[in-house]
């Protein structure tokens, strides 16, 4: 491979292919003049669904990944919506070690708005892979840096992983990340991978600029609003972390506007957004109560706040 081409790998299942290929579509689109190789690493995805993920027609290499690979990581963790699926990316710099010495490792649930070809430039020749910081408030990082022991200042997002596969394998992170991810007594992990990660590559990392890795969670309301008019502040990739993803239909707004337009180049241009309705936490019902109300929509806040009363009561009944 050139010494200019840029890797990038996905990890997923059959439930978030469709977010990988729309991620996809928005990197290249922003990169027309970059030479980049996409590596899809698939997990339980049925043979229709890849023949039209096929027709994307960017060039996009695919994985499969067999279950009994992941058949280890079948333990608890708080987070009990966690899909097996998301270990895969533990796996990747070994598999491809002898293909690539570096690549971008990014979550589903991105989109990229700028030419990334300046990630060339950043060099990770002593680390084993650059990363962006989870928060831009220090108290909230103190807080996960405390709660894991981390002799580090920092505490890093796992959606995006600039890596050094050499490094990553010399340094044996897949088998140290599963001592700590399989260790019973590791109740402390809230956020499995992402927790077991900051533990094992503790000092080992490259921290980035946050344009790399901008989480939509750093926003406020009317910042979302805001983000794709201002080319200086834009970043090249936002990670739509939290539970507002652009995909869910009740989430209108810039944000989703964006997504849709890049959903437009694909091959699901004519699938229909998903509800979150029947996904929502208890919590939920009142972020959507307090949209309503400011958007003036009373009759819906009041129904949205009462449903949120009703289950937070019913939650802690049971936990008495």
């Known amino acids: 491979m050139k010494d200019n081409t840029i890797n990038i790998a996905f990890c997923t299942d059959k439930n978030y292919l469709e977010f990988v290929a729309i991620s996809i579509k928005s990197i290249k689109l922003n990169n027309l003049n970059n030479d980049i190789q996409f590596h899809v690493f698939l997990y339980d995805v049925p043979v229709n669904d890849i023949e039209k993920f096929k027709k994307l027609n960017i060039p996009i290499k695919t994985y499969f990944i067999e279950k009994e690979q992941l ?12 899909n097996r699926s998301m270990y895969i990316r533990l796996l ?8 690539v010495d570096r690549f971008i490792y990014l979550d589903a649930d991105v989109l990229c708005f700028k030419d990334i070809s300046s990630i060339n430039s950043i060099n990770i020749d002593s680390v084993v892979c650059a990363v962006v910081s989870d928060s831009l ?13 981390l002799n580090s200042t920092n505490y890093f997002n796992s959606g995006f992983l600039y890596i050094n596969t050499k490094n990553w394998c010399d340094y044996d992170i897949e088998s140290k990340v599963n001592q700590v991810l399989l260790n019973s007594d590791n109740t402390q992990l809230i956020y499995p991978d992402q927790d077991a990660l900051n533990i094992v590559l503790n000092n080992k990392v490259l921290y980035i600029d946050s344009k790399w890795n901008y989480l939509f969670t750093w926003m406020n309301e009317e910042e979302k609003q805001n983000f794709f008019y201002d080319s200086e502040f834009l970043p090249f990739i936002i990670h739509f972390t939290g539970a507002r993803k652009p995909w869910y ?31 929502m936490r208890v919590n939920d019902y009142r972020i959507y109560a307090k949209n309503y109300f400011k958007k003036g929509k009373i009759f819906k ?13 019913a939650k802690n009944n049971n936990n008495s």
């Open 249 to 279: 239909k009740e989430h209108v707004g810039l944000a989703q506007n964006l997504y849709l337009f890049y959903k437009h180049f694909t091959p699901w241009h004519d699938t229909p957004l998903q509800s979150y309705l029947p996904k």
């Open 71 to 82: 058949e280890q990581y079948q333990t608890e963790h708080k987070l009990k919506h966690i």
């Open 92 to 99: 990747v710099p070994r598999l491809l070690r002898h293909e």
């Open 137 to 149: 408030n220090n108290n909230n990082l103190k807080k996960n840096i405390n709660r894991l022991k």
């Open 301 to 313: 806040g009041i129904k949205f706040f009462t449903q949120y009363l009703l289950l937070k009561n």
